[in-house]
């Protein structure tokens, strides 16, 4: 028996069946490289599900990293912590909010941001003001609140029942929006763009509606940017195309360089909580506060969100030229480096995904059928040409099976 198999049979044994796992086990990662335990590198234009943003063994990251272990991981939320409050002063004003508390996760964010929903309206005195409206398709995580609000039936259903108070309505559908939108609404949760709910944008003028309707009756506007966030679409935010600003913004997976980390910013008339309301012992810890520092100072070194434009805009250019000669391709989303190719319903995104790995290259899916496209904001057109011939052999492979 390899390595590989001994490595996998041991983790059939031991852990919990939460993941249908693929056949791959990663040793290590190099820019935009993954390595087996083989030593068979695989292009990856899946980044961790947006997270490794900075590519593999950036070496300012890893040296950061290195040095902070070597000082202090945890000190806990009793006391102050220089990389942590650096971070939340970098961090607030890049984002141009006023307010942040550190998480270790998206999902987490999301957890935090429905309470200070609620508690923002009951400081003002409507204790009748508690409904969360979210969308249909969306993910916001996989915990009990977060799982409330993820408009997915059948993620749902098997824990049901969930909190209450939360109403479904279709993404882009203002008057689905407007039935739904009544005087016990709190706050209106949405991604700018749903990442495993198919690549679906919210137009422009959607979101605009929303900071009008969110406007117009004190309603807090909550985005969920932890996928579509920091750079991925070309712009800083995913919801400044629009220029609708929220007033809660919810970040994670790219700002922590892998460490696991997550934000809750706020401007500052909605930082409603107070002392007792919410807490966390790893939140903010200085190897994560270190962490986004580090993040920070390679975004603007890199200029990452002008590179996921013109690199996205290139990627978009072949994916086009691919499609316009694949009768298997039927269709493409996204925008700069959130990408998704929808496939004729004969070919199966997940076998594509599958067949890929194959092929040397990694990639994910979302609803829909798609093949999804995450690959990290270092990318260069150079690899963009290296993925296309990958991804053609992928599809024409799992179209013939």
């Known amino acids: 028996m390899s390595k590989k198999e001994e490595l996998m049979a ?9 993941y249908n796992r693929l056949p791959l086990v990663i040793d290590h990662g190099d820019g935009m490289y993954l390595y087996d335990v083989d030593g068979k590198a695989y292009l990856d234009f899946c980044a961790g599900i947006a997270v490794f943003a900075l590519g593999y063994a ?3 990251v890893d040296a950061g990293l290195k040095d902070q272990i070597g000082k202090i991981v945890h000190t806990s939320n009793y006391f102050y912590n220089e990389p942590a409050v650096t971070a939340a002063a970098r961090l607030t004003a890049f984002a141009g909010m006023d307010r942040v508390f550190f ?15 609620r508690r923002y309206q009951l400081n003002r005195g409507r204790e009748g003001r508690y409904e969360i409206v979210a969308m249909e398709h969306s993910f916001h995580g996989r915990s009990m609140g977060a799982l409330s609000v993820t408009g997915k039936p059948a993620y749902r259903a098997p824990f049901e029942p969930l909190i209450g108070g939360v109403k479904f309505v279709e993404p882009g559908d203002i008057e689905s929006l407007l039935d739904a939108v009544d005087e016990k609404t709190a706050a209106i949760l949405l991604e700018p763009i749903q990442g495993e709910g198919g690549i679906v944008e919210l137009s422009d003028e959607y979101m605009k ?7 117009e009756r004190d309603i807090v506007m909550i985005a969920d940017e932890i996928q579509c966030g920091l750079g991925r679409t070309g712009q800083d935010f995913a919801w400044q195309k629009s220029g609708a600003e929220p007033d809660v913004l919810l970040l994670a997976k790219a700002m922590g360089c892998g460490i696991p980390c997550g934000a809750i910013l706020c401007k500052e008339d909605f930082a409603a909580l107070v002392p007792g309301d919410h807490g966390s012992t790893f939140g903010g810890n200085p190897l994560a506060g270190r962490a986004v520092n580090l993040f920070l100072d390679r975004y603007e070194e890199l200029d990452l969100a002008k590179n996921a434009a013109k ?7 072949k994916l086009t030229e691919l499609a316009e000669e694949m009768p298997q391709i039927v269709g493409l989303r996204g925008r700069g480096l959130m990408q998704g190719v929808v496939l004729a319903p004969e070919v199966g995104a997940g076998a594509v995904m599958k067949l890929a790995l194959e092929e040397r290259l990694v990639v994910i899916t979302a609803e829909g059928n798609i093949v999804r496209l995450l690959p990290p904001l270092i990318v260069k057109e150079t690899d963009v040409d290296v993925m296309i011939p990958r991804l053609k052999a992928a599809i024409l492979r799992a179209a013939e099976a």
Not at 10 to 18: D, F, I, Q, V
Not at 103 to 117: F, I, M, P, Q, Y
Not at 311 to 317: E, L, T
Request: charged residues 25%.
């Open 311 to 317: 690199v996205g805009d290139y990627m978009k250019k």
């Open 10 to 18: 041991l983790g059939e044994g031991s852990l919990l069946h939460t």
């Open 103 to 117: 998480t270790n996760s998206g999902t987490e964010a999301v957890e935090g941001a429905l309470k200070l929903a």
């Open 58 to 60: 950036d070496p300012h």
């Open 209 to 215: 509606e929303v900071r009008a309707i969110c406007d």
